[in-house]
């Protein structure tokens, strides 16, 4: 598989980031990436990094959030942010490299929620 930076992706989640408020979020440690030939029918992913990293290593942690560019390029506008809320919505309030599961005790990462956020951040 291949892949390449997507600083136009870094731009539109750093946008996001301050329009969502989610001020648990580090912008400066999300990074982006741009996936092609890649064998999952997934649109986008996120991989988080290890706690063993930062307690070994000393690295904080580091989000990546990866598109799919065969499946995310083809989305309009609207869909490839509801995507990216999506995306930044796994990152915990811990912000440890930690990810959060689609349905926990205190959340649930679909469609609906995510159509929430949207029109709240639209007004």
């Not at 990436?33 to 904080?60: C, P, Y």
């Given at each position: 598989?291949?892949?390449?930076?997507?600083?136009?992706?870094?731009?539109?989640?750093?946008?996001?980031?301050?329009?969502?408020?989610?001020?648990?979020?580090?912008?400066?440690?999300?990074?982006?990436?741009r996936?092609?030939?890649?064998?999952?029918?997934?649109?986008?992913?996120i991989?988080?990094?290890s706690?063993?990293?930062?307690?070994?290593?000393?690295?904080?942690?580091?989000?990546?959030?990866?598109?799919?560019?065969?499946?995310?390029?083809?989305?309009?506008?609207?869909?490839?942010?509801?995507?990216?809320?999506?995306?930044?919505m796994?990152?915990p309030k811990?912000?440890?490299?930690?990810?959060?599961?689609?349905?926990?005790?205190?959340?649930?990462?679909?469609?609906?929620?995510?159509?929430?956020?949207?029109?709240?951040?639209?007004?």
């Amino acid at each position: 598989m291949k892949y390449a930076l997507a600083p136009e992706i870094k731009r539109q989640i750093d946008i996001l980031i301050g329009k969502l408020e989610f001020t648990h979020i580090d912008a400066a440690r999300i990074h982006c990436i741009r996936s092609f030939d890649a064998k999952t029918r997934a649109i986008a992913r996120i991989w988080g990094m290890s706690r063993l990293f930062h307690e070994v290593a000393g690295i904080k942690p580091n989000y990546i959030i990866e598109v799919n560019a065969k499946r995310f390029d083809k989305l309009n506008d609207r869909e490839k942010i509801k995507t990216l809320i999506h995306e930044l919505m796994h990152i915990p309030k811990t912000f440890s490299g930690a990810l959060l599961s689609h349905h926990g005790r205190y959340h649930n990462i679909n469609d609906r929620e995510v159509e929430k956020i949207l029109r709240g951040m639209i007004g």
